[in-house]
């Protein structure tokens, strides 16, 4: 089966300027997730969707950052504006049911680096 | 809030030599994972432990759950090059949180193994 797919790999903004990252999660996958992990850091949930209604985004900076999952599917996040300390790789993951046991599957990731 | 801890941060270890991992997290769970991560590369599944006393064993990593006493180990058996990485742990919280699904990360170990 496909993995899941983000854009860009990478991207170099400078500070105050906005940005997106897109994800596509495994077909069929109900969950979706976005992780910012900072260097040497585990990541970090910022925002979960259960189809297309938002379940957890407790710790997603609301005041910079939004993210939307348009028809249940595809996911945009989007910063704006970027700060020197968004510079992180923002990691995109699917789970198709927990009951399952079949975890997590994460994509390859976007690095941002902010300057 | 879950807490999840990993030891040591950083394990500089010889070929053919034996070590632990050692993952403790702060509230009742039912599920942990382990990852793998290169650098620069996304997270590769290594385990899922579904419940207390579990224990898987691909090549040479073992990893165990103890939910009673909310450790979880990862052993390395006889280390080559090849298992140079950062492992994290990440524990689901899962039916005992009352909340959705999702993992919180441990700090991660950067495993170093020299010939």
């Known amino acids: 089966e496909a993995g899941v797919a983000q854009s860009p790999r990478y991207k170099i903004i400078e500070k105050r300027q906005s940005v997106a990252f897109w994800c596509n999660p495994i077909s069929g996958h109900a969950t979706l997730y976005w992780y910012q992990q900072i260097l040497g850091q585990g990541p970090k949930l910022l925002i979960q969707f259960q189809n297309n209604g938002v379940v957890d985004d407790s710790q997603l900076p609301k005041d910079r950052f939004s993210a939307e999952r348009l028809k249940g599917v595809d996911s945009t996040l989007k910063i704006q504006p970027a700060k020197l300390e968004d510079s992180a790789v923002y990691l995109c993951a699917s789970s198709l049911d927990r009951g399952t046991g079949t975890g997590y599957t994460f994509g390859s990731g976007t690095r941002l680096t902010v300057v | 809030e879950l807490k999840v801890e990993q030891n040591p941060l950083f394990l500089s270890m010889q070929e053919g030599k034996n070590y632990t991992i050692y993952c403790n997290y702060s509230t009742t769970s039912d599920r942990l994972y382990w990852y793998r991560q290169d650098p620069g590369k996304s997270l590769e599944s290594l385990f899922v432990?579904?419940?207390?006393?579990a224990v898987k064993q691909e090549g040479r990593l073992m990893a165990s759950l103890d939910t009673k006493a909310r450790l979880s180990t990862l052993h390395i058996t006889a280390a080559v090059h090849d298992l140079s990485a950062t492992y994290f742990c990440a524990v689901d919280p899962g039916l005992f949180s009352g909340t959705a699904s999702k993992l919180t990360f441990g700090t991660g170990t950067r495993l170093q193994v020299t010939l």
């Open positions: 432990l579904l419940s207390n006393g």
